[in-house]
């Protein structure tokens, strides 16, 4: 596609809860980035991917945070056992030249835990 | 550390006017800095972008500065209009090799423009 679709756009869960977020970058681009916008404008940056790989995880609360790019399926961010913290606007981009390039950002899923 | 500090936090102007919004980084090296614009529940979207080279780069009534030397860019908006109210956010790549990297935010500056 022509743009970075989210989905969910809204997601509700109790605490403690698994939450699951998916994201199908532009066809083309190989690199894939999750963010985690807190706050106003706060971006934490989480996990990155080249393809199916991971590329830089330094940003994932390894705990409880998982992500995966697999051939042919959207790009996936599960968050097991949710926590009041992780309640957030989690954004993915997706860029055909990796940090050098243009990051298309899509249109984020609000995970809110309650 | 790496960080993006962006001024003013938040502005009011009127329509019409112009204004100009900075940003200030400590990431070196870096690969490129851009400038985004973020409307309310909206994901953001690509202004400008610019290398390390590039002193100015203009996008419609958008334009964008950069001094490497100084680590500033400003972002400066002409003839402002109701639409442009929204977040513009400074961002900076640090330049590791190339690869897929985290991007280095700031918090943003958030922009109302009144009628």
């Known amino acids: 596609g022509e743009e970075v679709a989210q989905t969910p756009k809204h997601l509700v869960r109790g605490e403690g809860q698994k939450a699951k977020l998916y994201c199908a970058p532009i066809k083309g681009h190989s690199y894939v980035f999750w963010y985690q916008q807190v706050l106003k404008n706060e971006f934490k940056f989480l996990i990155s991917f080249q393809n199916e790989n991971v590329f830089d995880e330094t940003g994932m609360p390894k705990e409880r945070f998982s992500a995966k790019c697999l051939p042919n399926s959207p790009c996936s961010l599960e968050i097991q056992a949710t926590k009041l913290e992780d309640s957030a606007v989690y954004f993915c981009?997706?860029?055909?030249?990796?940090?050098?390039?243009?990051?298309?950002f899509g249109q984020g899923t609000r995970l809110t835990v309650v | 550390k790496n960080q993006v500090e962006q001024s003013p936090q938040s502005l009011i102007i009127l329509e019409g006017k112009n204004c100009t919004l900075q940003?200030?980084?400590?990431?070196?090296?870096?690969?490129?800095l851009r400038w985004y614009k973020q409307d309310t529940g909206r994901g953001p979207v690509s202004l400008t972008i610019?290398?390390?080279?590039?002193n100015t780069k203009s996008n419609g009534r958008y334009t964008a500065t950069l001094d490497a030397d100084t680590k500033q860019s400003s972002l400066h908006i002409t003839a402002s209009q109701l639409s442009d109210s929204a977040s513009y956010i400074c961002v900076v790549t640090p330049y590791s090799g190339g690869g897929a990297d985290g991007l280095t935010f700031g918090k943003g500056t958030h922009l109302i423009i009144q009628p």
């Open positions: 981009a997706s860029s055909q030249l990796g940090q050098g390039g243009e990051a298309f």
């Open positions: 610019m290398t390390f080279s590039e």
């Open positions: 940003c200030n980084y400590t990431v070196s090296p870096f690969s490129n």
